[in-house]
């Protein structure tokens, strides 16, 4: 798949932000832990979550499509084990592990897949597991669980790791007793789960805190439910607004989602403004560049929001330097950045921003999701035409992207040859 872009345009318009791809992933694996139907509104159409709807089907689960909700009947699930091929599709099927654990009392599967961010271990969610009394056998890059002698327990992880906290919240919501999760991830997406299990018969406590408190049912009910909108997607349409120098509304928006973003966007000279669940921006006439942004667990800089900065940061009025505090390997669009006309070095974890620069059309390749988003904003704000080649990184991201920046005023077009 090839994205070609005209870039040039100041980019204007109002823009609808979908459901968030981060939470309804985990959300859609907690539907099998009730043996009810559930229905999810605001679920964006994702690649991703295309894989993890397959996921479920796979598990025995009745998906269903309809105008504005997708429906998983989990009444008849039956499977315990999820094919390799879905499993390596993406990293957040690990998330399946403790609830289709506790749902069939054992589960068999691949470790995942995911973008290539560096080393992407999964040794917190399976050391929380085994804290859980789970037992969990790993052969030949398979993994295998035994939930016969599950019990409450108190789970610290190392890392406030957003996935291991997801898997250990579906594993101990139905353990009876008491659970504890402290040094938990505190990210928007932990608090939409937990809202989601709550509503289905839940108690949990704690969600943002950083400590979890699990007090275990003995069954979960069926329940509609509406997805919070995505920050990351928020954001890159901010940045879309920064690196074009237009002006963009946002329906769907949580402001205090996006506190680190906003602050940060606002420092380097944009108007940021809330109404409601609306956001607008508009750019600054110069952008000031950003002396650090560390990307740390939330309520930090995201991870995800640091390859879509770059593109304005490039114009901005100075150097600016980025601090990769999560994943080993995020710089990998540097060099196509650099192939646009940008000047940008990284060394280690840190990348360094030489600005003002202008960009020029190129040829580049998407390495992976927020970075080809990220190319995607700087062919935008490129003279001249560039072909952004795509091997399915940012359908798994971003939906309706290219209608969107069109209605925008964006010249994109896409092509699958
Ligand atoms: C989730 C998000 C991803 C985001 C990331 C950090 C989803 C589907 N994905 O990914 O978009 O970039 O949070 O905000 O929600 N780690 C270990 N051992 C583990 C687990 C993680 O060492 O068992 C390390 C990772 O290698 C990484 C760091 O912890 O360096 C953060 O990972 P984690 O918070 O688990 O991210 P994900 O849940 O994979």
């Known amino acids: 798949m090839k994205y070609i872009v005209k870039g040039g345009r100041e980019l204007g318009g109002t823009v609808r932000v979908q459901g968030a791809k981060n939470s309804v992933l985990p959300i859609l694996a907690a539907s ?9 509104r605001d679920c964006p159409d994702l690649s991703d979550v295309k894989t993890t709807l397959e996921i479920l089907e796979e598990l025995g689960c009745n998906v269903t499509y309809g105008v504005d909700f997708v429906g998983v009947d989990s009444s008849s699930a039956f499977n315990p084990e999820i094919p390799e091929r879905l499993m390596r599709k993406l990293r957040s099927s690990i998330i399946f592990l403790g609830a289709v654990t506790m749902r069939m009392g054992k589960a068999r599967m691949s470790t995942p897949g995911g973008c290539h961010l560096g080393a992407r271990p999964i040794d917190l969610h399976l050391k929380a597991l085994k804290t859980l009394g789970i037992k969990v056998k790993e052969e030949a890059g398979f993994i ?40 938990a991830a505190r990210e928007p997406e932990i608090i939409d789960l937990i809202s989601f299990l709550n509503a289905m018969g839940a108690r949990i406590t704690g969600g943002g805190s950083g400590t979890i408190h699990i007090e275990g049912v003995a069954s979960l009910k069926g329940i509609t439910y509406r997805i919070i909108p ?47 669940e609306r956001g607008y ?42 601090v990769e505090n999560i994943f080993e390997s995020r710089f990998k669009i540097v ?20 600005g003002p620069r202008s960009l020029t059309g190129a040829h580049v390749v998407a390495p992976d999701l927020r970075g ?9 704000s ?7 080649e795509d091997e399915g990184h940012i359908i798994r991201g971003y939906e309706s992207l290219v209608e969107n920046i069109s209605a925008l005023g964006g010249d994109i077009s896409v092509s699958n040859t």
């Open 281 to 322: 921006i508009r750019a600054p006439r110069k952008i000031r560049s950003a002396d650090m942004i560390k990307t740390m667990p939330y309520p930090g800089f995201p991870t995800d929001a640091q390859s879509v900065f770059i593109p304005h940061l490039i114009k901005g009025d100075s150097t600016s330097v980025i």
């Open 382 to 388: 490129a003279s001249g035409e560039s072909v952004i």
């Open 335 to 354: 060099d196509e950045l650099n192939r646009m006309g940008a000047d940008i070095v990284t060394e280690g974890r840190s990348a360094i921003i030489r």
């Open 144 to 183: 295998e669980t035994d939930a016969s002698e599950a019990k409450s327990a108190h789970v610290h992880l190392a890392f406030p790791s957003v996935g291991a906290t997801e898997n250990t919240i579906l594993a101990a919501v139905k353990i009876k007793g008491e659970t504890l999760i402290t040094n």
């Open 230 to 276: 995505d920050r990351i997607a928020a954001t890159t349409y901010m940045c879309m607004a920064m690196a074009t120098g237009g002006e963009i509304e946002l329906e769907n928006v949580k402001r205090d989602h996006l506190t680190a973003i906003t602050n940060e966007l606002r420092e380097e000279g944009a108007r940021v403004e809330f109404f409601g």
């Open 372 to 380: 080809g988003a990220a190319l995607v904003i700087a062919a935008l």
């Open 32 to 40: 099998i832990l009730s043996n009810d139907k559930c229905e999810i």
